[in-house]
Nanobody, 116 residues
Framework: QVHLTESGGGLVQGGGSLRLSCEATGYIFSLEVMGWYRQVPGRQRELVATISAEGVTNYADSFKGRFTISRDNIKNTIYLQMNSLESEDTGVYLC??????????WGQGTQVSVSI
């Protein structure tokens, strides 16, 4: 079994920054693409950013230039540096990972709230 544990969410004023972390633990012999998605009530889960095991990144247009995804393969951890936060960035941020070539896992999510 594999678990993804997110941390780093919270309440921040508009224009501020947060750094999210997601650690993968459990039976892992290969950790492929990982990423962050956002869930807002009443809307579909949407991509924020992904990063491959080799460090290749992909961002949704809404977050380019403000958010940076990074990865520590030794720690099986990814990060999301979120700068210039806007009220529209509010939501639950979920970590995703493709593990051992065959299965996708999701974390429980961490709440990010941005006040005006």
């Amino acid at each position: 079994q594999v678990h993804l544990t997110e941390s780093g969410g919270g309440l921040v004023q508009g224009g501020g920054s947060l750094r999210l972390s997601c650690e993968a633990t459990g039976y892992i012999f290969s950790l492929e693409v990982m990423g962050w998605y956002r869930q807002v009530p009443g809307r579909q889960r949407e991509l924020v950013a992904t990063i491959s095991a080799e460090g290749v990144t992909n961002y949704a247009d809404s977050f380019k230039g403000r958010f940076t995804i990074s990865r520590d393969n030794i720690k099986n951890t990814i990060y999301l540096q979120m700068n210039s936060l806007e009220s529209e960035d509010t939501g639950v941020y979920l970590c995703y990972a493709r593990v051992n070539f065959v299965r996708d896992y999701w974390g429980q999510g961490t709440q990010v709230s941005v006040s005006i």
